[in-house]
């Protein structure tokens, strides 16, 4: 099994028997967002404060 398959399992199978589809898309977006920040953490891939700061200010024009 692959490792995106076998950890989609796990947070599946972690919902209570209740949990809506929904629920469960949630969850699994959730876990993804994470893990892809985690990587981009590692790589270095993020800005500083400062420069986002910028960004946000240019968008505000």
């Known amino acids: ?4 398959k ?3 399992q796990e947070i ?3 919902q209570p028997d209740d949990a ?3 629920d ?11 893990s892809k920040g985690l990587q981009d953490a590692r ?3 993020f800005i500083s404060n400062e420069e986002m700061r910028h960004r946000i ?5």
């Open 1 to 4: 099994m692959s490792m995106a």
């Open 6 to 8: 076998q950890k989609m």
């Open 12 to 14: 599946i199978e972690s």
């Open 20 to 22: 809506s589809y929904d």
């Open 24 to 34: 469960i898309i949630r969850e699994l977006a959730f876990e993804r967002m994470i």
């Open 43 to 45: 790589e270095e891939r």
């Open 57 to 61: 200010r240019t968008w505000q024009r």
